[in-house]
């Protein structure tokens, strides 16, 4: 005897609720809809969905969670859209809460800064806890986004009294010497990312007046030779591309008060053959080490636009074939 299909209800009375639920063109359903093997109906304010047993229970467990972030975030994305499918067939839908409740830091323009995967609050966490955390993972997964974020809200609370952000000035490709201008105006492409974050959460104005007191260095990393960086936050992008010389550097210059964040994406050195990445070394060195956390950040917690997540998983089954 075939199984028949069955109906799950949910209540929606507020038409915002349901607009941001739906999506453009109704997108959002389509996607529920495809994911889950299920038909999304509305019928005079009750969201009606249709399907076999487990898909139509995993499609009410998810429209429920949807109405929480949708309360809670005013909309809603695809990334946490996408992302809350993906917990809900885990089977770990509950664990959104963690990610709803825990505000890093609001940035002058009124957003709200989150971590908008488990990977990600695994990492804030780790940051918290620790005073040198290595996050790792691929590009678009908050990695330097987050640790500055974090980097401000400790200063606005005076737990640091500055903030210092390097990374090393390696060309994907290119050279430094054939660019016009001085070492600074050759170097500032290479941090331009940090500038933009630190745009985006400070507002220009305030990051003006911090960089005027020198109470916010962005430096390339061969600056930090030779000095003793207390009651600091210092983070160290793109740390990948730094050789194992750089990196011992880098960490011993650690003082007291202070906390070091270093960013990275394994799969995308650029150092000339024959250099190992200090990053990499890193990893296996210091793995023991009591007050270190290391953080791994995958294609999962990826939060730019959806593509990227499929870009990362094409190449990985392309290295894995062609190695």
Known sequence: MAKEKQERIVSIEDNRIISELFG?????????????DVKVVLREGKLIIIGYELSAELGERLIKKLIEIIKSEKKLTKQNLRYTIQLILEGKEERVKDLLNDIICITESGKTIKPKTL?????????????????????????TY???AMAINAFKNKEVNRIILTRPAVEAGENLGF?????????????????????????????LKLMEKGLIEVAPLAYMRGRTLD???VILDEAQNTTNEQMKMFLTRLGFGSKAIITGDITQIDLPKGKSS?????????????GIDFVYLTKYDIVRHPLVQKIIEAYEKYEEKYG
């Open 24 to 36: 453009n063109l109704d997108e959002n359903i389509n996607i529920i809809e495809e994911e889950l």
């Open 119 to 143: 990977g990600q609050k695994r990492y804030i966490d780790g940051i918290r806890h620790n005073d040198i955390v290595f996050g790792i993972g691929p590009a678009g997964t908050g990695k």
């Open 146 to 148: 987050l640790a500055m």
């Open 179 to 207: 660019l016009p201008g001085d070492l600074q105006e050759k170097v500032d492409p290479y941090l331009r990312p940090i500038y933009d974050a630190l745009f985006d959460i400070l507002g220009f104005e305030t990051y």
């Open 231 to 233: 009651s600091a936050y």
């Open 278 to 290: 200090g990053l990499v070394s890193a990893s296996k060195i210091l793995r023991n080490v009591e």
